[in-house]
T-cell receptor, first 114, second 114 residues
Framework: GAGVSQSPSNKVTEKGKDVELRCDPI?????LYWYRQSLGQGLEFLIY????????KSGLPSDRFSAERTGGSVSTLTIQRTQQEDSAVYLC????????????FGPGTRLTVL | AQKVTQAQTEISVVEKEDVTLDCVYE???????LFWYKQPPSGELVFLIR??????QNEISGRYSWNFQKSTSSFNFTITASQVVDSAVYFC???????????FGSGTRLQVQP
C-alpha cells in the first residue's frame, strides 16, 4: 500500500515569507507526527495528532509554527515569517493508533530559507 | 526526562566485517519501547525494529541482531557480514508513557567500504 507522502519535496523561500508543508499519512493511521531534522539539532519532535484529541504541541519551537489535521487525515504544517534557522528537513510520520506502534516516515520536505 | 545516547558518531568498516552500533537510553518509566531506524542516503527513515521493555530476548533478523539489556539500559544493534548497502545513518529511539513522540539519539553514520 501507499506510504506516507509529503509535499513539496523541496521548498526554497525568502526570509519573512510563510510556508505550508503537507503530509498525507498512511490510510487508516490515526496518529500523525511532525518532526524536524537539522544538522545542529538532530531529529526533534514538533507536534502530534491522535484522532479527535487535542494535539500535543509541546515540541513547537515558537508561535510562528502551527499545524492542522483536517478530517483525521491530511495535515499541514505552517511556518509564518520564516527565519534562516527554520531551514531543515521536515518529516511527517504516522502510526496505527496510539499504542507504541512503530511510526512510518515520509520522505520529508527540505526547507531552505534564504 | 527521556534521553537516548549514540556515542558513535561515525563508523567505517570494510565489507563483510561485523559491526555493532551502541545505544544507551534513560527513562524513569518501567513501560517503554525502543526502536531502531535506518536512514539511507535517499533520506527516508526506515523502521527496523521495535522492542518493549518487558521483553529482553535478543532478536535476530537475517544479518541484523539486537541486544537489549535493561541492567545497562542499552539496546545495541549488530550487523553481521556488512554490505555496502548497509551504509546509512542509524537512529535509536525511545518512547515511554510520558511522551507520545519518539526521542531520537543523534544517529551513527555507518560507512561500509567495498
Amino acid at each position: 500500500g501507499a506510504g506516507v507522502s509529503q509535499s513539496p519535496s523541496n521548498k526554497v523561500t525568502e526570509k519573512g515569507k510563510d510556508v505550508e508543508l503537507r503530509c498525507d499519512p498512511i490510510s487508516g493511521h490515526t496518529a500523525l507526527y511532525w518532526y524536524r531534522q537539522s544538522l545542529g539539532q538532530g531529529l526533534e519532535f514538533l507536534i502530534y495528532f491522535q484522532g479527535n484529541s487535542a494535539p500535543d504541541k509541546s515540541g513547537l519551537p515558537s508561535d510562528r509554527f502551527s499545524a492542522e489535521r483536517t478530517g483525521g487525515s491530511v495535515s499541514t504544517l505552517t511556518i509564518q515569517r520564516t527565519q534562516q534557522e527554520d531551514s531543515a528537513v521536515y518529516l511527517c510520520a504516522s502510526s496505527l493508533g496510539d499504542n507504541y506502534n512503530e511510526q512510518f516516515f515520509g520522505p520529508g520536505t527540505r526547507l531552505t530559507v534564504l | 526526562a527521556q534521553k537516548v545516547t549514540q556515542a558513535q558518531t561515525e563508523i567505517s568498516v570494510v565489507e563483510k566485517e561485523d559491526v555493532t552500533l551502541d545505544c544507551v537510553y534513560e527513562t524513569r518509566d518501567t513501560t517503554y519501547y525502543l526502536f531502531w531506524y535506518k536512514q539511507p542516503p535517499s533520506g527516508e527513515l526506515v523502521f527496523l525494529i521495535r522492542r518493549n521493555s518487558f521483553d529482553e530476548q535478543n532478536e535476530i533478523s537475517g544479518r541484523y541482531s539486537w541486544n537489549f539489556q535493561k541492567s545497562t539500559s542499552s539496546f545495541n544493534f549488530t550487523i553481521t557480514a556488512s554490505q555496502v548497502v548497509d551504509s546509512a545513518v542509524y537512529f535509536c529511539a525511545l518512547r515511554d508513557t510520558g511522551r507520545r513522540a519518539l526521542t531520537f539519539g543523534s544517529g551513527t553514520r555507518l560507512q561500509v567500504q567495498p
